[in-house]
């Protein structure tokens, strides 16, 4: 419960203030614990955004598992939908924090392209599944950004048109 706590108060600190305000004195005083506490489940700033982006992962893949839906991209397409319209839009935060370091982000490379490539296969038609799932991404992106400029439904609509 309390490395989740701390990892909230770093993507609301990157959300709120950007990158330049993520240290770890300020991640602890968000949390209200001390420095130390901090450091004992995340030895340093690093390990802190590996912990965002880890998580980031792990939730998108069981958002997508939740979805109950007869194909990859359909799921993938309601768990876009369903964390956007829920303000779980960590995804921008995580980058955000992370993009100081390559590296760190090389986990979410490989999500990215694991949910870019994953069922294709299975698909109807392949080609516009990965153009959904490109525009899922647009979505994202908007979202995060401007969110009253979207109409959810229509976009969602139109997309699962082209499935």
Known sequence: MRRDELLDAAEGLLQDQGAQALTLAAVAE???????????????????????????????????????????????????????????????????GAAGDPELLAPLRGAMARWMRDGLDDEPDPLASQVVRLACEGVWEVATHCAAIIDYAAIRARLLALL
């Open 30 to 96: 968000r949390a209200g614990v001390s420095k130390g506490g901090l450091l004992y489940h995340f030895a340093s700033k690093e390990a802190l955004v590996k912990g965002m982006i880890e998580r980031l992962i792990a939730d998108f893949d069981a958002l997508i598992e939740a979805q109950s839906e007869s194909t990859y991209t359909r799921a993938y397409l309601a768990a876009t939908f369903e964390a956007v319209e829920t303000g779980r839009l960590r995804r921008w935060a995580v980058v955000t």
